[in-house]
């Protein structure tokens, strides 16, 4: 079956602080996609990143980077230099492919909410 | 251009109700999916349409149906309300052939009561 498991429920931090969300995917397909979302207290999903199961190169995006190892099924994410506005839930989460190679649906982990402290 | 979008953004319904919660996609996306984030159990895959089809369902009892329309909006029904359908509702979107990332709309919020 397939899982994502995000063991840390909470974290907080103070500001400047760099901070690593953990996110551990089960999966027995080959092809597969994994994702990071942000929900701000405003409930909307943000989307910040997608990786499919051939890339793992790492991946920088400004203040925000992301380490994709197969080996440990894992994708980790790291913020950098946290700032108060990165205060939000951070799920992440595994597409399974269905009708069409189309996102039968996302399997999300659990969230982690990161609370960065001023 | 506009991002998906839900309505209402607020519902408050008592048990045993009735509850349509509606979604309109990005222009140009044919899939809408749709999501239960309730308290406590995180974020579960209910339903999956595609060109007017039912695609995928998620593990939920039948009260929880939908449909999509020729214009890809869809809306959630929800029957026979129970306390524990109180959650926030979310709508995605994207194209079909490609596995993008999913769009998501701001949320229902479904209060019952």
């Known amino acids: 079956a397939q899982k994502v498991t995000q063991a840390q429920t909470e974290i907080s931090v103070v500001e400047k602080e760099d901070v690593t969300l953990d996110c551990v995917y089960e999966?027995?397909?080959?092809?597969?996609?994994l994702f990071w979302y942000k929900q701000p207290p405003s409930g909307e999903l943000v989307f910040l990143i997608r990786?499919?199961?051939?890339?793992?190169q790492n991946e920088i995006s400004g203040r925000y980077s992301w380490n994709f190892q197969k080996s440990t099924s894992s994708f980790n994410f790291t913020i950098t230099a946290s700032q108060v506005v990165d205060s939000a839930v951070y799920f992440c989460?595994?597409?399974?492919?269905?009708?069409?190679?189309?996102?039968?649906?996302?399997?999300f982990g659990t969230g982690t909410l990161l609370a960065v402290q001023p | 251009e506009a991002g998906v979008t839900q309505s209402p953004t607020h519902l408050i319904k008592t048990r045993g109700q009735q509850a349509t919660l509606r979604c309109s996609p990005i222009?140009?996306?044919?899939?809408v999916y749709w999501y239960q984030q309730a308290l406590g159990l995180g974020l579960q895959f209910l339903l999956w349409?595609?060109?007017?089809?039912?695609?995928n369902r998620g593990n939920f009892p039948p009260r929880f149906s939908g449909r999509q329309f020729p214009n890809y909006s869809s809306e959630l029904n929800v029957n026979a309300l129970e306390l524990e359908d109180s959650a926030l509702y979310l709508c995605?979107?994207?194209?079909?052939?490609?596995?993008?990332?999913?769009?998501f709309g701001q949320g229902t919020r479904l209060t019952v009561v």
């Open positions: 989460a595994l597409s399974e492919i269905g009708y069409g190679g189309a996102t039968n649906k996302l399997i």
């Open positions: 999966t027995r397909d080959t092809t597969y996609y």
């Open positions: 990786r499919n199961s051939f890339d793992e």
């Open positions: 222009s140009g996306h044919t899939s």
């Open positions: 349409y595609d060109e007017g089809e039912e695609r």
């Open positions: 995605a979107s994207n194209i079909l052939g490609g596995v993008t990332e999913a769009f």
